[in-house]
T-cell receptor
Framework: AQSVTQLGSHVSVSEGALVLLRCNYSSSVPPYLFWYVQYPNQGLQLLLKYTSAATLVKGINGFEAEFKKSETSFHLTKPSAHMSDAAEYFCAVRNTGNQFYFGTGTSLTVIP | KAGVTQTPRYLIKTRGQQVTLSCSPISGHRSVSWYQQTPGQGLQFLFEYFSETQRNKGNFPGRFSGRQFSNSRSEMNVSTLELGDSALYLC???????????????FGEGSRLTVL
């Protein structure tokens, strides 16, 4: 069975500091992995996706994520946090049956 | 190009009632997926419809059902509402099957259901 674990339901960083949001997956086959962002009172928006091409994936708004098979991880990073990055972030995995499994989310707070 | 539209945005029901939520996908998208979002459980997959056929189903009781029309619009219905059904119900559309080559999910803003 597929599952996604996001470590840390709340993360706070200072403006300009590195953002690191952790995601680990369990999968018996190479998965498709995704990061989504949800701003208050809005739906989810795709940040980036890994589809077995390059292991370092660049997304929108300066975010990127690295697929590490040996660690079964797909952590999301951004070198310098901006106030507008404050939101809920979800990691997701798609299984061979085309079902999406989402993590429970990480709420990012950016401190001015 | 209009995004995914969900109606109603907010609704309040009482236990035992039933509710119908509507989702209009992006024009040209043939797949509609439904998710339940709660603070404790995160996003949980309900079902996916593609070309009027249910293609995938999550682990929810039979009280949760859905359908898709020929114009790709979708509805989901929850019967005999329980307090635990209070949640944000999100609809997502994609050009092809969710997660596939043309399966990027585009989400609506959700319908927030409160069951009293």
């Amino acid at each position: 069975a597929q599952s996604v674990t996001q470590l840390g339901s709340h993360v706070s960083v200072s403006e300009g500091a590195l953002v690191l949001l952790r995601c680990n997956y369990s999968s018996s086959v190479p998965p498709y992995l995704f990061w989504y962002v949800q701003y208050p009172n809005q739906g989810l928006q795709l940040l980036l996706k890994y589809t077995s091409a390059a292991t370092l994936v660049k997304g929108i708004n300066g975010f990127e994520a690295e697929f590490k098979k040996s660690e079964t991880s797909f952590h999301l990073t951004k070198p310098s946090a901006h106030m507008s990055d404050a939101a809920e972030y979800f990691c997701a995995v798609r299984n061979t049956g085309n079902q999406f499994y989402f993590g429970t989310g990480t709420s990012l707070t950016v401190i001015p | 190009k209009a995004g995914v539209t969900q109606t109603p945005r907010y609704l309040i029901k009482t236990r035992g009632q039933q509710v119908t939520l509507s989702c209009s996908p992006i024009s040209g998208h043939r797949s509609v997926s439904w998710y339940q979002q709660t603070p404790g459980q995160g996003l949980q997959f309900l079902f996916e419809y593609f070309s009027e056929t249910q293609r995938n189903k999550g682990n929810f009781p039979g009280r949760f059902s859905g359908r898709q029309f020929s114009n790709s619009r979708s509805e989901m219905n929850v019967s005999t509402l329980e307090l635990g059904d209070s949640a944000l119900y999100l609809c997502a559309s994609s050009l092809g099957l969710a997660g596939g080559p043309n399966g990027e999910l585009f989400f609506g803003e959700g319908s927030r259901l409160t069951v009293l």
